[in-house]
């Protein structure tokens, strides 16, 4: 099942980055697609991108709301938050584990063999209040003379949107190279930050700093596609716990907002089929069937 | 415990679908094509 996710992963890195144009024609992806929400963090100002990133759109849309209200428009973000829960609310973070770029990038730098080290779940909390202050607040109420404010996520922190777009833009666009400044050095040192936390720690920014992860996580116990316990077949083995790469303990917490969905504790821990998928409360059988949860329970 | 059809997930996605239809009767989807078709220095960290 590992190898189907990993699969999946690199189908879907290539779906939302599938303009390789760029180098002939200079510049990123300018073609109708652009107006498809990418499922998962993936910087629209990235060459090859081929939808739009929903953390980058909603911040560019919140920062400019009184500038579009003066000019008679009402730009305000409901495309772009109802993308964002049409997505969280069929997939929660089955997005994350199958579905984002920037998360495949971590899973495969935690590959590369050193310690590893966990994370203190207190730190987990720490990307709901990214979300919250970073891409709703900031760009909201920090305004200039203008009434415009700045996209905060992306222009201080988005390591994504660095290793993206803004190493590979100065690359193809020299003349952007003379505007680097402070901000992109700060970018930099936090990607360099990121990149070698992944080594040492599984999904660090996921865990810890993702707006976007943060988001699904809020649906993750509601979302049409779900894994769920069945709670009679669950024999406390603990099994489950050895394998989660967020460090859950799926029968403790089943629904967490940490769960990314991989589903490694279903298929590569748990031998009494007590961890499930579960379709709109219909449980999806391993053997390819669908039947009501209630049936397998009652 | 028993277990039926689940029905919040469908009312999220009315919700949400009904926030999308707004969206798109307003226009805003022209704005964010306008946006993501061009290089945002800002969210690269320049400018
Ligand atoms: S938490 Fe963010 S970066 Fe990680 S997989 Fe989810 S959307 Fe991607
Ligand atoms: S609890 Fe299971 S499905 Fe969730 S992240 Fe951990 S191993 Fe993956």
């Known amino acids: 099942m590992q190898t189907i996710r990993k699969l999946v992963q690199a189908v ?23 107006i498809i929400c990418s499922p998962g963090l993936n910087c629209y100002s ?16 919140l920062l400019s709301v009184r500038f579009s209200l003066q000019t008679g428009h009402y730009y305000i973000g409901t495309f772009v938050l109802g993308s964002m829960g049409l997505l969280g609310a069929s997939f929660g973070r089955f997005i994350c584990g199958w579905a984002c770029p920037f998360g495949l990038i971590q899973e495969l730098l935690h590959k590369i063999p050193s310690k590893k080290y966990s994370i203190p779940p207190l730190l987990n909390r720490c990307k709901y209040g990214v979300l919250l202050v970073f891409v709703v607040v900031l760009p909201l109420l920090v305004v200039d003379q203008f009434g415009l404010g700045k ?42 930050g990121v990149i070698i936390w992944s080594v040492l720690a599984s999904r660090p920014f996921c865990r810890t700093m993702c707006p976007l992860g943060a988001f699904y996580a809020l649906f993750n116990r509601v979302s049409l596609i779900k894994l769920d316990l069945d709670k009679e077949a669950c024999t406390n ?5 050895k394998v989660c790469p967020v460090e859950i303990r799926f029968n403790e917490t089943p629904g967490s907002g940490e769960c990314i969905n991989c589903m ?16 709109a409360g219909y449980r999806l059988a391993r053997t390819g069937k669908s039947r009501p949860v209630s049936a397998r329970q009652s | 415990m028993k277990r039926k059809l689940r029905k919040t997930p469908f009312i999220l996605l009315g919700f949400f679908l009904l926030l999308w239809l707004v969206g798109i009767s307003l226009g805003e989807p022209t704005r964010v094509l306008e946006q993501a078709k061009s290089i945002c220095l800002e969210c690269i960290g320049i400018g």
């Open chain 1, 237 to 241: 083995c603990k099994a489950c716990h």
């Open chain 1, 264 to 279: 490694k504790c279903m298929t590569d821990a748990c031998d009494f089929e007590a961890i499930f998928v579960n379709v």
């Open chain 1, 46 to 61: 990235c060459p090859a991108a081929t939808t739009y990133c929903p953390i980058g759109s909603l911040q560019q849309l």
């Open chain 1, 151 to 192: 996209p905060w996520f992306c222009k201080y922190i988005c390591p994504a949107g660095t290793l993206e777009a803004g190493i590979p833009m100065v690359f193809l666009i020299p003349d952007l190279r003379t505007t680097i400044g402070f901000i992109y050095l700060n970018k930099i040192c936090i990607l360099t």
């Open chain 1, 12 to 34: 879907w890195i290539f779906l939302i980055n599938g303009f390789w144009g760029f180098p002939i024609t200079g510049n990123l992806y300018q073609g109708p697609l652009k």
